[in-house]
C-alpha cells in the first residue's frame, strides 16, 4: 500500500518529468531557431549590406569620371576619391563573408573587374589625352566595366537575399514544428495534472473531509462516532488516533461530568453556608447559584433573570460588569442598598464582579451584598456623638472665648505682660477649637441631610473671582503668584455660591500654606461635558503617593507637615460639599513639584445622572 508522500512523488514526478521534457524541447528548438535568425542577421545581411555599398560607391566613382569628361574635372577627382576606398572596403567585407555556395567566385569576379575598372578609370582622368581619346576610353572599356561590376554585384546580392528567404522558411517550419510539439506537450502535462488532482481528492482529501466533518461532530459534543480508516497509510493512521482520541475524550467527559456534579454540589453547600448574599450569574442574567441570604432578601433564586426582579440598580451592576470586565461598586444614592430582613432594618453595599475566561472575557458575573448594617449603625452614631458633643461644648466654649476676649481688652483691669502672653495663647487655643467644633458640626449637618443648601444656577466666574480677590492679599503677603483662568463663555452650574465658595477658599488656603515663596498658584474651570469642572493647582510640596487615597478622610494629615496646618477636617467637609451638589472631587500630585485638586459640578439645566446624589 502507498503511503501519502509515495503517492505525492507519484503524481509530482509525473508533472516534474513533463516540465523537464517540455522544458529541454523548448531549449532544444530555441537554439535552432537562434541559429536560423544567426544566419540571416549574421552572414547573409552582411553581404548583402557589401553588395549594396560596393554598388553606391562604383556609381559615384562613375558619376566622377562623367564630371571629369564634361570639363568639372576637380568635382570629378573628388568624387573618385572619396568612393573608390569605400568600394575597396565594402568588397573585402564581401571577400571575408564568403556563405553562399557560388558566391567566392561572384566575389572574385567583382575583385577581377575593379582592378581593370581601376586601369580604365586613370586612362579617362588622363589629362595628356585629348577629351576624344579619353570618351573613347570611357565608352569603349570603363563603362563596360561598370556594368559587369554592377552586374557581378546584383548576383552576390540575390545570392544572399535567397538564402536569407530560405533561412526564414526554415525558421517558419521550425517554428511550427515547436508549436505543435508544445502543444502535444502542455496537453501530455494537463492530463497528468488531472489524474493527480483526481487522485488526491480520492487518497487524501477526501479522507480529510472525513476527519473534518468528524472533528465538527465532536465540536458539537458528539463524542460517540468513530471513523472509518479507509487506507493503510497516514491518514488511515490518523483515523486509528482519532479514534483513540475520541474514545479518550469520552472517558474524560465521563470522569469530568462526576468531578463537575461533585463540585457542583461541594459549591451549592457552600454557598448554603455564607453568611453573606452572594450569587453567581451568567452571562444571559439567570441565576446558576446563591446563597440563602441572596435568595431570601433580594429574590436571587437559581433560575430567576436579574432582569425580571425590579432592582434597576441591580440590572445596571450586572450590565456594567459583563460589558467592562472589571469589578463594579453601586455609586451615589444606591451604593448602600436598605432592606429589612424580619422586620429588622438592614444596609447592602452591592458590587458585581466579573468570572473572566481564559481569553480575559466575562463568562458570568458575582452579584455580592456587604452587610454593612453595623458599620452603618457605627456611623450614626458616631455622627450623634459628635453633633451632641459638639453642642454641648459651643455654649461654654462661646463663654470661654468672650470671656479671653474681655479680659485681653482689659475690661477688667490692666494686665501684666505674662497674663497677656497667657491669654493670647487661651485666645488662639479656643479659637482653634471652635473651628473645630464648627467643622464637626458642618459635617454632622451635611451627612444627615440637615445642612439647608440653596442650590441654583450660578456664573462659574463669579464663584471663583469672589474667592479669588478674598486671598490677594494673603498670596501677596506670602510671596505667591496667585492666578484665576475662568473663560467668561463657560455654562453655569447648579450649586450653592456659600458652600461651593466655602470649598474653593479651603482649596486655596491649603495651597497658598503648603506652596513656598515664589511659587504659583493658579484657579481655573472648563467646561467637561454635562459637568464644568473646577481646578486648583499649585506648586508646592506635593503629596506623597500613599497619602493620596486618604486626604480627604476626617482627622486626617500628612505626617510630617508642621503643627497648626489644621485639624483635617477641610477636605472632609469639602467632599462632602461637592458630593452634596451631585458631583465628585479627587487630586493628584507629585512630591516636590505640587499638587491639583479638580472638583466638578453640574451644568444648569442637567438632570442628575443616574447613581448620583439629587
Not at 480529510?208 to 465538527?216: A, G, K, T, Y
Request: negative net charge.
Amino acid at each position: 500500500m502507498l503511503g501519502i508522500r509515495q503517492k505525492l512523488s507519484l503524481g509530482f514526478g509525473g508533472l516534474l518529468l513533463i516540465v523537464v521534457i517540455i522544458g529541454s524541447q523548448s531549449i532544444t528548438l530555441l537554439t535552432s531557431l537562434g541559429h536560423s535568425i544567426d544566419v540571416i542577421l549574421r552572414e547573409n545581411y552582411r553581404s548583402v549590406i557589401a553588395s549594396q555599398e560596393m554598388k553606391e560607391a562604383l556609381e559615384r566613382m562613375d558619376g566622377g569620371a562623367l564630371f571629369t569628361l564634361l570639363g568639372d574635372t576637380d568635382r570629378g577627382r573628388e568624387l573618385i576619391a572619396a568612393n573608390e576606398p569605400a568600394f575597396e572596403i565594402a568588397l573585402k567585407v564581401e571577400l571575408d563573408n564568403i556563405t553562399v555556395p557560388g558566391e567566392q567566385e561572384a566575389a572574385g569576379r567583382v575583385e577581377t573587374l575593379f582592378a581593370r575598372y581601376r586601369t580604365a578609370l586613370k586612362t579617362v582622368q588622363d589629362p595628356a589625352l585629348s577629351l576624344d581619346a579619353r570618351r573613347g576610353a570611357y565608352f569603349a572599356d570603363l563603362f563596360p566595366l561598370f556594368q559587369e561590376i554592377k552586374t557581378a554585384a546584383d548576383d552576390i546580392l540575390r545570392m544572399n537575399q535567397q538564402n536569407m528567404i530560405e533561412a526564414n522558411t526554415r525558421a517558419r517550419t521550425i517554428a511550427a514544428a515547436a508549436k505543435q510539439r508544445m502543444v502535444l506537450l502542455l496537453l501530455c502535462g494537463a492530463f497528468v495534472a488531472l489524474l493527480f488532482v483526481l487522485f488526491i481528492g480520492r487518497w487524501i482529501l477526501r479522507p480529510i473531509h472525513r476527519l473534518i466533518r468528524s472533528m465538527e461532530e465532536i465540536r458539537r459534543g458528539n463524542l460517540d462516532l468513530v471513523v472509518q480508516a479507509g487506507s493503510r497509510d497516514e491518514i488511515g493512521s490518523l483515523s486509528e488516533a482519532f479514534n483513540e482520541m475520541a474514545s479518550s475524550l469520552r472517558e474524560f467527559r465521563r470522569d469530568n461530568r462526576t468531578r463537575m456534579a461533585r463540585i457542583q454540589r461541594s459549591t451549592q453547600q457552600v454557598f448554603k453556608s455564607l453568611p453573606d448574599a452572594v450569587a453567581v450569574v451568567d452571562p444571559g442574567g439567570s441565576v446558576e447559584v446563591s446563597t440563602k441570604a441572596a435568595a431570601e432578601i433580594f429574590g436571587l433564586r437559581p433560575e430567576v433573570r436579574v432582569q425580571d426582579l425590579g432592582f434597576g440598580w441591580m440590572s445596571g451592576l450586572f450590565d456594567e460588569a459583563l460589558r467592562s470586565g472589571s469589578i463594579v461598586e453601586a455609586r451615589g444614592s444606591q451604593a448602600v442598598v436598605q432592606r429589612f430582613v424580619r422586620s429588622e432594618e438592614h444596609f447592602f453595599r452591592p458590587e458585581a464582579v466579573p468570572i473572566l475566561g481564559g481569553e480575559k472575557n466575562p463568562s458570568g458575573v458575582i452579584l455580592v451584598f456587604k452587610d454593612v448594617t453595623r458599620q452603618m449603625q457605627q456611623d450614626e452614631l458616631k455622627r450623634g456623638v459628635i453633633s451632641t458633643v459638639s453642642h454641648q461644648l459651643r455654649t461654654p466654649l462661646t463663654s470661654l472665648r468672650m470671656a479671653v476676649y474681655l479680659l485681653l481688652e482689659e475690661k477688667a483691669g490692666p494686665l501684666t505682660p505674662k497674663q497677656t502672653e497667657l491669654l493670647a495663647a487661651a485666645r488662639e487655643d479656643s479659637d482653634r477649637l471652635h473651628s473645630t467644633l464648627s467643622s464637626l458640626l458642618d459635617i454632622s449637618r451635611i451627612e444627615s441631610g440637615k445642612m439647608q443648601m440653596n442650590i441654583r444656577p450660578e456664573a462659574p466666574g463669579e464663584i471663583v473671582l469672589e474667592q479669588v480677590e478674598t486671598f490677594r492679599s494673603a498670596a501677596k503677603d506670602r510671596g505667591v503668584t496667585l492666578t484665576m483662568e475662568v473663560p467668561d463663555e463657560l455654562p453655569e452650574v447648579l450649586a450653592d455660591p456659600a458652600q461651593i465658595g466655602h470649598v474653593i477658599a479651603n482649596l486655596i488656603s491649603n495651597a497658598l500654606k503648603h506652596t513656598s515663596p515664589g511659587g504659583e498658584v493658579s484657579v481655573s474651570a472648563a467646561s467637561d461635558g454635562d459637568m464644568v469642572s473646577f481646578t486648583v493647582a499649585d506648586t508646592g510640596r506635593g503629596i506623597p503617593a500613599p497619602y493620596l487615597d486618604k486626604v480627604f478622610e476626617q482627622f486626617f494629615q500628612v505626617p510630617g507637615r508642621e503643627a497648626g496646618s489644621g485639624e483635617g477636617l477641610g477636605l472632609a467637609i469639602a467632599r462632602e460639599i461637592v458630593e452634596a451638589h451631585g458631583g465628585t472631587i479627587g487630586v493628584t500630585s507629585e512630591e516636590g513639584k505640587g499638587s491639583t485638586f479638580t472638583f466638578r459640578l453640574r451644568r444648569a439645566g442637567q438632570t442628575a445622572r443616574e447613581g448620583s446624589p439629587a
